[in-house]
T-cell receptor
């Protein structure tokens, strides 16, 4: 069974640009969550989707947005990139509410 | 959410047991989790324990849960150099929309020396 797949693995952008990251969950998993990992702040929750609906959102500015498609695949978008957005962005999927989450290898985003 | 606390660093000799401790905050967590992260990789779900259990054993891994003290520990028996990694403790938090999120500790860096 394939795991959680995130693309691309690495991205380099400049300040002010926008970026879209993609996540394909484990087959049959309907919940997809996104997390940001930085050395200073650690792992922080961004948002969670289930059946194309955002059910939970972390404390991030509106520049961070996401969506989920009918096949459970998810994308997150960051607009007007700032230097502080440099991080490893991790996607996780699970069967449903409060079920163990399985993570992908992440997308490492570097802002110049 | 509130802080999940872990010690930041642990060093053990190969073949010894490792014990990583964690204190969590959300008493309503259904599960409590241990994840492992190796350099350049994502998080690997190592093990998890249902909140109404006291102990779970899975091969070399033993998880102990003390709900009264909100204390979780991970014991790795016969620690190997391949166990060197960062270990994260996590609790789950739910909201009124049936949404949920994992709240992580800062991670414990485990160094296993030959």
């Amino acid at each position: 069974k394939a795991g959680v797949t995130q693309t691309p693995r690495y991205l380099i952008k400049t300040r002010g640009q926008q970026v879209t990251l993609s996540c394909s969950p484990i087959s049959g998993h309907r919940s997809v969550s996104w997390y940001q990992q930085t050395p200073g702040q650690g792992l922080q929750f961004l948002f969670e989707y289930f059946s194309e609906t955002q059910r939970n959102k972390g404390n991030f500015p509106g520049r961070f947005s996401g969506r989920q498609f009918s096949n459970s695949r998810s994308e997150m978008n960051v607009s007007t990139l700032e230097l502080g957005d440099s991080a490893l962005y991790l996607c996780a999927s699970s069967l449903g509410t409060d079920q163990p989450q399985h993570f992908g290898d992440g997308t490492r985003l570097s802002i110049l | 959410g509130e802080d999940v606390e872990q010690s930041l660093f642990l060093s053990v000799r190969e073949g010894d047991s490792s014990v990583i401790n964690c204190t969590y905050t959300d008493s309503s967590s259904t599960y409590l989790y241990w994840y492992k992260q190796e350099p350049g990789a994502g998080l690997q779900l190592l093990t998890y324990i249902f909140s109404n259990m006291d102990m779970k054993q899975d091969q070399r891994l033993t998880v102990l849960l003390n709900k009264k003290d909100k204390h979780l520990s991970l014991r790795i028996a016969d620690t190997q150099t391949g166990d060197s990694a960062i270990y994260f403790c996590a609790e789950s938090e739910s909201n009124s929309n049936s949404g949920y999120a994992l709240n992580f500790g800062k991670g414990t860096s485990l160094l296993v020396t030959p």
